[in-house]
């Protein structure tokens, strides 16, 4: 299982764009080759690069997100990819983020207006809401190190934005790029790769490591998760593939290769 931020195509374009509402995002392209792709949602939608596609829509904690995919995952005919779309951090409601086990630093701010409280009370919100989103990235990595008798597996996590808590009295997420600020723009990203996974993919590993020390951007992912998949698009660009250089056999394999089944997921 791995889990994925969709693009349109890859590559950062002025919103709205015609160009991004007329194409087909990575969750359909991974669809038409063959793999059996479900998005979970726990926003309030998947903005169009779900359209058509089988989704799911849930509400509450993102850990609901893994409710019910072990039953999801028993029918093992074919690859699969499982989108895991997660509310996050997102504010300004960020007490509400996360269960009461998770209020792990105090005093935090419980309210939606955020001039009701201290800064430390605002940061202290925001932290509790990380403690939780890495519980949650944690038990889907438990789940899917679960299913390596069934499925190569992996995992891909990524957050779309980041969060301006107060710096320079800007707070929140959505300024332009060209003045957001890095607290804004600056984001995680974790993966995780069964040895399964690794083996059928033909990646070194120790290469793997070395290139995560190195900066990426979203503009990566479209086409690392067509390289980790074995997915052949005439959009596949492999100076954007993370794994492209790391791979033993350098050349890129043909959609959906014979053997062990796959298993992926993908969030934002």
């Not at 904690?61 to 990819?81: A, F, K, M, P």
């Not at 070194?204 to 980790?228: K, W, Y």
Request: hydrophobic share 40%.
């Amino acid at each position: 299982m791995s889990a994925v931020l969709p693009s349109a195509a890859g590559h950062r374009f002025a919103a709205p764009s015609p160009r991004i509402i007329g194409v087909e995002a990575l969750a359909h392209l991974l669809s038409h080759a063959g793999f059996r792709v479900l998005w979970r949602d726990n926003q309030s939608d998947c903005k169009g690069v779900c359209a058509g596609l089988p989704s799911e829509r849930l509400e509450g904690l993102d850990e609901h997100l893994l409710d019910g995919l072990d039953r999801i995952v028993e029918d093992t005919h074919g690859n699969r990819v499982l989108v895991l779309h997660q509310l996050g951090s997102h504010g300004p409601a960020y007490a509400s983020r996360y269960p009461a086990a998770f209020a792990r630093f105090q005093p935090a701010c419980g309210s939606a207006e955020l001039r009701e409280c201290t800064p430390a009370e605002i940061v202290n919100a925001y932290d509790n809401s990380l403690l939780y989103t890495d519980h949650v990235i944690a038990s889907a990595i438990r789940f899917v190190q679960a299913q390596q008798g069934a499925y190569d597996t992996a995992l891909l996590y990524a957050s779309d934005h980041g969060e301006s808590l107060g710096e320079h009295n800007v707070y929140l997420h959505g300024l332009p790029r060209a003045i957001a600020p890095r607290e804004q723009t600056q984001v995680p990203m974790v993966a995780w790769l069964s040895p399964g996974f690794a083996r059928s993919a033909a990646l070194d590993m120790n290469c793997m490591s070395a290139r995560a020390q190195q900066p990426v951007s979203h503009d990566h992912l479209f086409h690392t998760v067509l390289g980790l998949l074995d997915v052949r698009t005439h959009v596949y660009d492999g100076a954007f593939d993370l794994s492209a250089g790391c791979r033993r056999h350098p050349e890129m394999p043909s959609v959906a290769t014979p053997g062990r089944r796959h298993a992926a997921a993908a969030a934002a």
